[in-house]
């Protein structure tokens, strides 16, 4: 009787886990057997029971073909108030081999059922994978006995491949060793983190190695851990393996290539990938087989891109039959049977096609940017050419050339913020990520982003970095809504936000209440009922004031989780931990004083609390900006407004119109405000200023009227932007503006303020602009820096704006740097 209530605790063990698939992690546990051999299921499994009696049918027909008897399996729904039982009968089996079996065909039910999701679920995070990719086994069919009885003969025949005999593995143990190791019939071992254990029998845990191994798959979520947790080191694709593993299409313009698993391409260059089979991963993403395409961006001016093959999850395959049928569609006999011997169980098949979108072809345009896409200098050597990849713009790396590194404590976090947004949270995950410049706090964001893209279909972004911002041009702050995953450079997925204000600086050091004030104004934008997680991104100045915003924006903000990224042994700032931000001055803010803080701690409420995380950057060149072309910041930044502009370009041609070319709207000067932020301009002087330059598309709450004459703001305010447009001319005699914008018409009509930031036009716009013999537009050689005005803008340290005298006077507690003075 002992031995049968020991098969039937591990059968108890592994029904909670088919019971975890069914019906999610949180809905409850299942319990050991009592002396009659019956399984207690928690009121959560009872309540989902209820509403869900086909799992009954499921269970039955899960273990009929184990027991002599399968009309004795019964589930009984409702059997009391707080639980239900499943009667295990008495004539199972309990062989080894029975249990191995059972073992298998769970865990393979468990993965063809892991992307359903379940009544009763959160919404504010599931598995959206089954949006992107083609239906999947229902539930309903899964209880169906057709279904059940089809996974059970594919899995007998899978078995019955398998070797009868086994060696031994260790030396034999007598049985004194056995004894003494072992001293009762079964251990138990440490505690798995879904409320299960691992547990050996003395005797027969030898016997269950697919048990064990499925075991210690179990994580957290009561689903299996994969390889996007931890990375696993794999081999790079490079040299003569790519012509083994990659073949060129039936259209010279594609490429089709098998990857094993753990196996990474690093490349330079652009592309569309499609997953033909098994699964690939890209900055945090996961591209399953069956979901739609994506562009991959892999720029000079940033860190090149790595694809990692995956493997893929079902239960069993004919690895070789149905990859053959795939590349069919794809590549002639001969390349199929090429690429067919190099597949194996775990390996993805991809399929590039070459990306030439309006942007590539409107950046191509300018003679600096030509070899955007192509290998660095310092890269060239590392360059794999004469492979089928090359003919569609992917330049393989050499294993010489890192790529993109995640350290160790990069991923814990990573996984600390995923658990949690997957957890019981009081609301949504707010999570703000700070650092010192160039410590890769952009970089961390985009595979955030990408990895809870896996999980939910929408994550807000909150922007607070206005030199490197990345959905819209430099200079603004806003809120967006993420639906897509971010697999390039900021200049490669230019959005309109859902909200924005244009500060029109790089910098927030002139004004740092607007700058507070703008992020206060966002947030309060966003619907409090959503539940979906909110990722804060914030500048690199992290000293003096720098410091002090961010100390008042987690006060301001309800953050549950602070990321803050360093290098090295040295302290770039202090931790931003929950009892530092007790007694931390703040920009707005100040600490609480001695006698409120005594008071607090008498009335037992608990401080803001937080989780802080640390992460150690360990990439080449942290901390440092890059020196090579096309990655300083201030390229960077000119890359965002082309990438921006390019919007201008007609989708259907293949051909770059200059901007000069384009049709631009005409704005009377009496429905419009004029306005310059970042400085002060004579009324005078203001078409001069402003004709020619980038300007901000703004809303002011008030109407404009107009006495008949242009309108001239005396001081612009910071205000809702939706858009940007290039003011290409100023036709003073009819009182138009000629202006040049990809914001739509309907839009357009809300629009009532112009605003000139400090954010110029990049250079290339004006100086390459083809067509034209002789002088060009806007540019001439002819000029004297004599002229006041005219000259490269000197400045003074040390000199103090009137304006932020108080400033000064608030934090005299500390030596402070005043903001620069423009003479």
């Not at 990573?414 to 970089?443: E, M, P, Q, R």
């Not at 803080?597 to 440092?624: I, M, W």
Request: charged share 20%; glycine share 8%.
């Amino acid at each position: 009787m002992a031995t049968l209530l020991t098969h039937k605790w591990l059968f108890a063990s592994m029904l909670g886990r088919f019971v975890d698939a069914q019906l999610g992690p949180n809905a409850g546990d299942v319990a050991e057997p009592d002396s009659a051999g019956d399984v207690s299921f928690s009121t959560g499994v009872r309540t989902a029971l209820g509403s869900n009696v086909g799992l009954a049918s499921a269970v039955t027909s899960l273990l009929g073909p184990f027991t002599t008897r399968p009309e004795r399996v019964v589930v009984v729904v409702g059997a009391t108030a707080t639980s239900t039982k499943l009667k295990l009968p008495a004539e199972l089996n309990s062989s080894a081999g029975t249990i191995r079996e059972f073992s298998s065909l769970t865990a393979s039910i468990m993965k063809v059922n892991k992307n359903i999701q379940v009544k009763g679920k959160p919404q504010k995070w599931k598995d959206v994978r089954s949006k992107r990719c083609r239906s999947s086994v229902k539930s309903s069919n899964l209880n169906s006995s057709p279904v059940m009885v089809k996974m059970v003969k594919e899995h007998q025949v899978s078995i019955k491949k398998k070797p009868s005999l086994k060696r031994l593995k260790n030396k034999p143990k007598t049985v004194s060793e056995k004894k003494k190791n072992s001293p009762c019939g079964f251990k138990k071992l440490e505690s798995q983190a879904n409320g299960c254990s691992k547990f050996a029998l003395d005797d027969e845990i030898e016997d269950l190695p697919d048990f064990m191994e499925g075991s210690e798959s179990v994580h957290i979520n009561g689903m299996e851990t994969s390889e996007e947790s931890e990375e696993v080191p794999g081999s790079r694709l490079e040299g003569e393996a790519l012509h083994h593993c990659a073949q060129r299409g039936n259209q010279q313009n594609r490429a089709v290539l098998v990857m094993q698993k753990n196996q990474t391409l690093c490349f330079r260059g652009k592309c569309i990938v499609t997953c033909l089979y098994g699964r690939v991963e890209v900055m945090g993403f996961t591209i399953d087989e069956g979901q739609k395409s994506y562009p991959l961006f892999s720029p000079a001016s940033h860190c090149p891109l790595t694809l990692r093959a995956l493997g893929h999850t079902d239960y069993v395959r004919d690895d070789r039959t149905e990859a053959s049928n795939i590349l069919e569609d794809y590549l002639s006999a001969a390349s199929r049977k090429k690429l067919v011997k190099k597949v194996t169980p775990t390996s993805s098949i991809i399929l590039l096609d070459p990306l030439e979108t309006p942007l590539t072809h409107f950046l191509s345009s300018f003679t600096h940017l030509s070899e955007l896409f192509s290998p660095p200098v310092s890269e060239l050597m590392s360059a794999v050419l004469d492979t089928p990849l090359n003919g569609l713009g992917v330049i393989p790396l050499a294993s010489n050339i890192e790529g993109l590194k995640i350290s160790r404590s990069c991923r814990d976090a990573l996984g600390t913020v995923i658990n949690a947004c997957k957890g019981d949270l009081d609301g949504c995950a707010v999570i703000l990520v700070c650092g010192v410049k160039n410590v890769g706090k952009s970089t961390f964001i985009r595979i955030l982003i990408n990895t809870l893209l896996n999980h939910t279909s929408n994550v807000d972004y909150l922007e607070g970095d206005l030199g490197q911002t990345e959905f819209t041009p430099p200079g603004c702050l806003s809120l967006s809504t993420v639906k897509e995953p971010l697999l390039g450079p900021p200049f490669t997925h230019q959005v309109t936000p859902d909200h924005m204000i244009y500060y029109g600086q790089s910098s927030c050091e002139p004004d740092l209440d607007g700058y507070l004030e703008s992020l206060k104004s966002l947030w309060r934008r966003r619907p409090q009922s959503r539940e979906i997680p909110v990722i804060i991104n914030t500048m690199g100045w992290v000293k003096g004031f720098g410091f002090q915003l961010l100390v008042d924006l987690i006060r301001f903000l309800p953050v549950t989780h602070v990321v803050q990224l360093s290098h090295g042994f040295s302290t770039q700032c202090s931790p931003l931990t929950p009892d530092f931000l007790r007694t931390a001055q703040g920009y707005q803010t100040h600490p609480p004083t001695q006698t409120a803080l005594d008071e607090f701690s008498e009335s037992h409420c608990p401080p803001k609390t937080y989780t802080h995380l640390n992460v150690q950057s360990e990439f080449q060149g942290v901390a440092r900006q890059g020196t090579a072309t096309h990655q300083r910041s201030n390229e960077h930044r000119e890359l965002l407004l082309l990438g921006y502009l390019s919007q201008l370009q007609s989708d259907d041609s293949g051909t770059v119109r200059p901007l000069h070319t384009l049709t631009p709207y005409q704005v009377p000067n009496t429905a419009v405000a004029l306005g310059v932020i970042h400085c002060e301009v004579a009324p005078s002087h203001m078409f001069y200023a402003i004709n020619a330059s980038l300007v901000g598309l703004c809303c002011l709450a008030e109407k404009v009227t107009s006495k008949g004459g242009p309108v001239i703001l005396s001081q612009a305010t910071l205000c809702p932007c939706v858009g940007f447009g290039v003011l290409r001319g100023i036709d003073t005699a009819r009182g138009l503006y000629f202006l040049l914008t990809p914001v739509d018409p309907s839009v357009l009509r809300k629009v009532n303020c112009l605003l000139l930031g400090a954010i110029s036009l990049p250079s290339c716009i004006l100086t390459e602009q083809p067509g034209f013999e002789g002088e060009i537009p806007y540019v001439t050689a002819d000029y004297s820096f004599d002229l006041t005005g005219a000259g490269k803008i000197r400045v003074f340290k040390g000199l103090i704006r009137p304006s932020l005298m108080g400033v000064i006077y608030r934090c005299a507690s500390r030596p402070a740097r005043s903001p620069d003075l423009q003479r």
